[in-house]
């Protein structure tokens, strides 16, 4: 009977325990749900959740935030979105060519979102509805294209068929989704099997122009090349020829300036002997040098005067 008593008498203080430990347990639940985060690969808006509205003055990046009771972010990928159109995932697009024909094409591309953009892109399509539309759009797109280009263009020419996707894509889901486009390629192209004969005969003939074409070039190059080589043989020649020339002038140029200079010299000794004898006209000179060689004989060893007067003019006597 004692014992009852005394849990009689500790009900009180055991039910405020039990109390205060509800209070701080809803405190803490509150608490946790008043916080919200974003991963480091995707953006946020943040949605009241009492007055249902977005919080339309910013974008949230990663991290975890107080935003209070009742709000949560909307969540939006930051990173490149991957779309394929294959038969891997059954979806390859049939589409039609400017001749008529029927190609059944894969492709794929990568995408990102425009972040100050995500406001008007959440009220134009609401969580992930976009995305949806991002499929239509290149879907559509790719249809559009493929109809400005012949059926051989897209198994020679796939390059600038991926190029001009590419550009009316990028520029459809920049203004229509608010995407930047960041690549685009095609990954393959199938034909009909009635088809596939008449196209691979396209194909010959248009290898065949390549390579004809390719033949032409290279002839005319290695023409060229001919060409280059005469005229690099006639320079050689030329070359050789002036400098023959050229060697023959300074050979001639050497000797008259040798004659010159020896010239010179023999006037300036016969002045000098003229001086020293007492000459005071040429005559008396020249009559000097030819009486000397005379007297000297030609075939003597003369020296003197006589050598400067080996070569005697016509005309003067003794």
Same mark, same amino acid.
């Given at each position: 009977?004692?014992?009852?008593?005394?849990?009689?008498?500790?009900?009180?203080?055991?039910?405020?325990?039990?109390?205060?430990?509800?209070?701080?347990?809803?405190?803490?639940?509150?608490?946790?749900?008043?916080?919200?985060?974003?991963?480091?690969?995707?953006?946020?808006?943040?949605?009241?959740?009492? /007055?249902?509205?977005?919080?339309?003055?910013?974008?949230?990046?990663?991290?975890?935030?107080?935003?209070?009771?009742?709000?949560?972010?909307?969540?939006?990928?930051?990173?490149?979105?991957?779309?394929?159109?294959?038969?891997?995932? !059954?979806? #390859?697009?049939?589409?039609?060519?400017?001749?008529?024909? +029927?190609?059944?094409?894969?492709? /794929?591309?990568?995408?990102?979102?425009?972040?100050? &953009?995500?406001?008007?892109?959440?009220?134009?399509?609401?969580?992930?509805?976009? =995305?949806?539309?991002?499929?239509?759009? *290149? *879907?559509?797109?790719?249809?559009? +294209?493929?109809?400005?280009?012949? $059926?051989?263009?897209?198994?020679?020419?796939? /390059?600038?068929?991926?190029?001009?996707?590419?550009?009316?894509?990028?520029?459809?889901?920049?203004?229509?989704?608010?995407?930047?486009?960041?690549?685009?390629?095609?990954?393959?192209?199938?034909?009909?099997?009635?088809?596939?004969?008449?196209?691979?005969?396209?194909?010959? #003939?248009?290898?065949? +122009?390549?390579? =004809?074409?390719?033949?032409?070039?290279?002839?005319?190059? !290695?023409?060229?090349?001919?060409?280059?080589?005469?005229?690099?043989?006639?320079?050689? $020649?030329?070359?050789? *020829?002036?400098?023959?020339?050229?060697?023959?002038?300074?050979? &001639?140029?050497?000797?008259?300036?040798?004659?010159?200079?020896?010239?010179?010299?023999?006037?300036?000794?016969?002045?000098?002997?003229?001086?020293?004898?007492?000459?005071?006209?040429?005559?008396?000179?020249?009559?000097?040098?030819?009486?000397?060689?005379?007297?000297?004989?030609?075939? =003597?060893?003369?020296?003197?005067?006589?050598?400067?007067?080996?070569?005697?003019?016509?005309?003067?006597?003794?």
């Amino acid at each position: 009977m004692g014992f009852c008593r005394d849990l009689r008498d500790n009900r009180p203080l055991t039910i405020k325990i039990g109390v205060s430990i509800s209070i701080i347990i809803t405190i803490i639940v509150l608490i946790a749900k008043s916080f919200d985060g974003i991963d480091a690969h995707q953006y946020g808006l943040l949605y009241n959740g009492v /007055s249902v509205k977005i919080d339309n003055d910013n974008v949230y990046d990663t991290g975890l935030y107080f935003v209070g009771l009742g709000n949560s972010f909307i969540h939006f990928p930051r990173n490149q979105q991957y779309l394929e159109f294959s038969n891997t995932f !059954r979806n #390859s697009l049939d589409v039609w060519s400017s001749d008529g024909e +029927v190609l059944y094409v894969e492709a /794929s591309l990568y995408y990102t979102l425009k972040k100050d &953009k995500l406001h008007t892109l959440y009220y134009s399509y609401e969580d992930n509805e976009w =995305s949806e539309v991002v499929n239509a759009i *290149a *879907a559509e797109t790719i249809r559009d +294209v493929a109809t400005t280009f012949d $059926t051989l263009s897209f198994f020679t020419n796939r /390059s600038l068929i991926d190029d001009g996707i590419q550009s009316v894509l990028s520029t459809r889901l920049s203004n229509e989704i608010y995407c930047n486009l960041v690549t685009f390629n095609i990954l393959a192209i199938d034909i009909p099997q009635n088809f596939e004969n008449a196209i691979l005969s396209k194909l010959i #003939s248009a290898q065949d +122009v390549l390579t =004809s074409t390719r033949l032409r070039d290279s002839q005319l190059i !290695r023409q060229a090349i001919s060409v280059v080589e005469a005229r690099g043989n006639a320079n050689i $020649t030329t070359i050789q *020829a002036a400098a023959n020339a050229q060697g023959i002038g300074i050979t &001639k140029n050497t000797e008259a300036y040798i004659f010159e200079h020896y010239a010179k010299i023999r006037a300036e000794q016969l002045l000098l002997l003229a001086h020293d004898l007492g000459f005071t006209t040429v005559q008396e000179l020249l009559q000097y040098v030819y009486t000397d060689i005379i007297r000297a004989g030609i075939n =003597s060893d003369v020296t003197g005067a006589s050598k400067l007067a080996i070569n005697i003019p016509e005309g003067v006597t003794g």
